[in-house]
């Protein structure tokens, strides 16, 4: 079947009546927003005036009908020759569930967007996060002073993601941490991680689960960067109270003779 669509507010009864008996569908109303959608899948050109319409114009589909959901009409257009978008149609039995569906069919679509657009991926279910974080904790014993404190919380901050998965699953949370760094110590890959299906330990590779790692190296990232802007914040903050506070013999200071000027009290 050959489909043209001619954007339009309204079409005349009559024109209607004319198209319908010539065997031509007619759709009023067409969202602006989707012509452009429906002129990618079909092929077909958006035209403005209908002198200028030439048989170049024309888009192809195998089957153009409108079908009815529930108490919306619709129209179908399907079997594109060369599909350049498509519409998912999301039902739920309330807006709550229509929200929650949206929202994880716009993740996955995005999950794919960016694998094709970086072709790399990494074991999922927190397993590369246990990983690094047992690392990081190996060579923070061999810093001296405060910054193995900091190596260490950087790596409970790591660690979090796969104790989340899991207290998100209702699995015990100790015994979750303690196995869970027994099974990474003994290996150099990142396999082990959170099966929240099934609300235990597992190789994530041999359920084929697996994360872009786009999204891993923005969130640590961010993270990192995130936390690096408030301690220097801090630290401009600590040091102006320092410089703020009054001297002895001033107003607000301690006088000769008074608890703090350096003297002893009589």
Known sequence: MWLYVKKALMIDDIAQHYLAKANVLAVRRVKESNMPKLSRASGARIVTNIDELSADDFGYSK???????????????????????????????????????????????????????????????????????????????????????????????????PITLARNAGMDVIDTQVQLRSKTSNTEKPKFGIDVINAKITDVTSKNIYEPLMVKENVINAATETASMILRIDNVIAASKTKDMPKPGTVGGAGPGMPGAGMEDY
């Not at 009409?73 to 569930?97: A, H, M, N, T, Y």
């Not at 246990?130 to 002073?145: H, M």
């Not at 405060?146 to 901050?157: G, H, V």
């Open 63 to 161: 089957l153009v009908e409108e079908r009815k959901v529930e108490g919306d009409k619709w129209v179908f257009i399907e079997g594109c020759k060369d599909p350049k978008s498509l519409s998912i149609l999301i039902r739920g039995g309330s807006q709550r569930v229509v929200d929650e569906a949206e929202r994880s069919v716009h993740d996955a679509l995005m999950c794919v967007k960016d694998v094709v657009e970086h072709p790399y991926v990494v074991p999922g279910g927190g397993a590369p996060e246990a990983l690094v974080s047992q690392k990081i904790r190996e060579w923070s014993g061999t810093l001296p002073g405060r910054e193995q404190l900091a190596a260490e919380k950087f790596a409970d901050a790591l660690e979090s993601i």
